[in-house]
């Protein structure tokens, strides 16, 4: 488990970044007004004195997405996260952890909670698949995490928000059984995520459980989703034991500012 030393270094390093601050100051966005008139006329030899609307021209609009998101497919993707984002002990991960199958499938008598055990299993937090995913590793701590840029209208990314904040209500402790027959202790609190975005929802799980040969395991995650204007993204940070919160924050941090840096692009490119 990293000490407190070595996160402050982290987050420090990730705050010292030129293009990061330089980032930070610039994150603004700017929203573009538009009118339309229609155009009154008086035909010389009208036998009536009112006036007729000449109907305009109809101008084609270009197709909307489906899933209401602004972002094509290849701003998707340059709105993930990188390895370089959070520090020099992250990498592209391995693959999944195995402790995914272990302690994440599992399902409980409480709807709502057997809902959000279901939603971290597949990763689908945002209430869908995803449009781009990316998984990061972190060889200090074996942490894991999971970032995904959403695929989903902005009101009903405000809806998962809003059951996600239900959450720390509905299921603060509750029990949950595992695939292969393992009792878990499951806790769910509410947790703090920097001020970014339009709107957001953290919250800290904590997972407890017995193996058949008496050992004993705790899978501690991090859960944080953020809508960004049109656009939204969410993470999963977790891992056997303490998980580094440090990274965490930066990601939320670094992803709204991949997010609005991508939207300021494309309004330059038009």
């Not at 270094?9 to 700017?30: F, K, N, Q, V, Y």
């Not at 009118?35 to 008086?42: K, M």
């Not at 590793?137 to 995490?145: E, G, M």
């Not at 509750?174 to 975005?197: H, I, K, M, S, W």
Request: charged residues 20%; glycine residues 10%.
């Amino acid at each position: 488990m990293p000490s407190m030393q070595s996160l402050t270094s982290l987050t420090e390093a990730i705050r010292s970044r030129p293009r990061l601050r330089h980032s930070l100051i610039a994150a603004g966005l700017i929203a573009v007004g538009g009118c339309a008139a229609l155009g009154l006329n008086h035909p010389a030899t009208a036998p009536q004195p009112l006036p007729t609307i000449d109907r305009p021209t109809p101008i084609p609009k270009a197709p909307g997405r489906p899933n209401g998101a602004s972002l094509t497919d290849a701003q998707a993707q340059a709105a993930l996260l990188t390895p370089t984002d959070l520090g020099a002990s992250w990498t592209a991960t391995r693959g999944f952890a195995t402790w995914r199958d272990g302690m994440l499938k599992a399902t409980s008598s409480a709807g709502e909670c057997s809902r959000l055990l279901n939603a971290l299993y597949t990763d689908e937090l945002l209430g869908g698949p995803p449009r781009a995913t990316i998984g990061l590793d972190d060889t200090d701590t074996d942490a894991q995490l999971h970032y995904q840029i959403g695929a989903r209208r902005p009101a009903d990314v405000d809806a998962t928000l809003g059951w996600l904040k239900s959450l720390p209500a509905q299921c603060a402790r509750f029990t949950a059984t595992t695939d292969n027959g393992l009792q878990e202790d499951v806790r769910v609190d509410a947790a703090a995520l920097p001020e970014v975005g339009d709107a957001r929802q953290g919250l800290h799980l904590t997972i407890a459980t017995t193996t058949s040969d008496g050992r004993d395991h705790l899978l501690t995650m991090d859960v944080a989703a953020v809508r960004v204007g049109q656009d939204a993204f969410a993470l999963t940070n977790g891992g056997l034991g303490d998980v580094p919160n440090a990274a965490t924050q930066a990601a939320v941090q670094v992803g709204a500012l991949h997010l609005t840096d991508v939207h300021r692009r494309g309004r330059a490119q038009v």
